[in-house]
């Protein structure tokens, strides 16, 4: 009875130190002051110190008050760690992943477009690693095609879907990378022009390479694991 004769005189006054309202439910309102309105039937609680943030409670859903514990100070944002930059061999495999597109592919396309020189600039515009012309990258949706990442997601992308446009033949596909689908559709193979047959046989030779020594380097592997296996070492006598 005395803890309510005197949660009932607090509602009468205003308080200015930050109070818990504690509630018949079980729930508390923090609150910076209080003040009782029509004729003490309802208590307008203050969140904050501005005059209208407030909450109103019917003073007879309150229980009673308790002093606040303080808050923890607010702690400084720390400053993050910059993220390491991504290798070409990073943006690559990433590229390849979301492709399904080999990477050594990808890394012969590279090569041959711009000698892997992310700010590369050809005579007729195109851009990067990958060498996107702009009205290309922008259907792609890669707003910057100097930088790593964007671009040879996009031209990953690109090259994706001209394979499949040409039915996974690879020189169509690189063929449309270079001179664009309606040239080799026109011609129903790779154009005519020096510069795109050229292009097409540089990155295929490349890539060849790269597979035939890959096929060797694990042939030779599995070759010296037969001959362990047939003619172990001996322990040498002491």
């Known amino acids: ?18 109070d818990n309202a504690l509630l018949r ?5 923090r609150h910076e002051r209080r003040e009782a309105i029509a004729d ?8 904050s ?20 514990p303080e808050l923890p100070a607010a702690v400084p944002a720390q400053p993050q760690p910059m993220p390491a930059p991504q290798t070409l061999e990073d943006i690559v495999r990433e590229a ?3 492709t399904m597109l080999d990477e050594d ?4 396309v590279i090569k041959a477009e711009s000698g892997a020189n992310p700010k590369a600039v050809s005579p007729k515009g195109a851009q990067g690693l990958m060498q996107l012309m702009p009205p290309t990258a922008k259907k792609l949706g890669v707003d910057n095609a100097f930088d790593p990442r964007a671009n040879v997601n996009g031209g990953s992308q690109y090259l ?21 689908p309606e040239a080799v559709a026109k011609y129903n193979g ?29 042939h030779l592997a599995t070759k010296s694991a037969s001959a362990q296996t047939l003619h172990p070492s001996q322990p040498s006598k002491s």
């Open 1 to 18: 009875m005395f803890r309510y004769f005197i949660a009932a005189i607090l509602l009468l006054g205003t308080a200015v130190a930050a």
């Open 190 to 218: 790779v154009p005519p022009y020096r510069e795109t047959r050229l292009y097409v046989a540089r990155i295929i030779k490349d890539y060849n390479r790269k597979k035939l020594a890959q096929t060797a380097a694990k």
């Open 49 to 68: 110190a501005a005059n209208d943030d407030f909450i109103d409670v019917r003073t007879a859903d309150i229980s009673g008050f308790e002093v606040a």
């Open 160 to 180: 994706h879907d001209m394979l499949i446009r040409f039915h996974f033949d690879l020189a169509k596909a690189l063929a449309a990378y270079n001179a664009g």
């Open 105 to 108: 592919l990808l890394f012969s």
């Open 25 to 29: 439910n079980g729930s508390t309102i």
């Open 40 to 47: 003490g039937a309802t208590t307008r609680l203050f969140i």
């Open 96 to 98: 390849s992943d979301k």
